[in-house]
């Protein structure tokens, strides 16, 4: 299937898990947060949260500060 990883297409099996896609793109997941069609996924529910074609993904550092 294919799905939007920060506006760049890119190729994934079916019913793969958020968790999977990360992993599969080789995607920094620690310290990263994740929108899903603008919707953010906490990391817990990555591993249970299916993806489906033409989905947009929009991956990001989170930063401290003040």
């Given at each position: 299937?294919?799905?939007?990883?920060?506006?760049?297409?890119?190729?994934?099996?079916?019913?793969?898990?958020?968790?999977q896609?990360?992993?599969?793109?080789?995607?920094?997941?620690?310290?990263?947060?994740?929108?899903?069609?603008?919707?953010?996924?906490?990391?817990q529910?990555?591993?249970?949260?299916?993806?489906?074609?033409?989905?947009?993904?929009?991956?990001?550092?989170?930063?401290?500060?003040?």
């Amino acid at each position: 299937m294919n799905i939007l990883v920060n506006d760049v297409s890119k190729e994934l099996p079916e019913n793969a898990s958020l968790q999977q896609a990360m992993a599969l793109l080789a995607l920094q997941t620690e310290g990263a947060a994740v929108a899903v069609n603008r919707e953010i996924i906490h990391p817990q529910g990555w591993a249970e949260f299916i993806l489906n074609e033409n989905d947009e993904l929009v991956v990001f550092k989170l930063v401290a500060g003040g």
